[in-house]
């Protein structure tokens, strides 16, 4: 039920061209973004990944990313970074079919960097996803991507004299 939410936001947030989403602020620089914002950062990183990926051109996912992440990369630094991902020719563009699965708590670092970790369980691998954003002008923007495919984890089952054991 919550992935379906989580879903049927991201949807209406896009059709409607919803800019900046939700952020929350208070004196102590606690900033958190909701789960909404953090579904778009998500989707949008990674399909603007994927985009670079498939044409070769990571002019896009640069521009829009944090002054922090361009100062220390070029498109042709990320071209070499991400140039087995991009040979392997993955499409991660079926994440749009899935709900992400987070596997760490969002949070908000002293410096004000906003982590999200996961994964797709998309098929035949998952995508495995580490983000982290910094707030620019009032928006969150790409600080650090990293992005690996990786073979589902399937539980091996055997049995023993009666008694199954999963390995």
Known sequence: MKRQSLI????IAMLLA???GTAFANKKKDIRADEQQQARLIYTSLLTLNNANLTGNYTVLLDSAAPS???LNTSY??????S????????????????????KNVRVDKNGILYIEGYFPTRPMNIDFKLSYQR?????????IS?????EKVAITS???GVTKHQ
């Open 8 to 11: 049927g936001a991201l949807i």
């Open 77 to 82: 630094r990320l071209t070499r970074i991400f």
């Open 136 to 144: 620019v002008a009032g928006a969150w923007r790409l600080h650090g």
């Open 84 to 103: 087995r991902f991009r040979n392997s020719r993955i499409d991660i563009g079926a994440i749009v079919l899935q709900n992400p699965t987070l596997t």
């Open 147 to 151: 992005v690996k495919p990786v073979l």
């Open 18 to 20: 919803i800019p900046g």
């Open 159 to 161: 049995s023993i004299n």
């Open 69 to 71: 992440f361009r100062a």
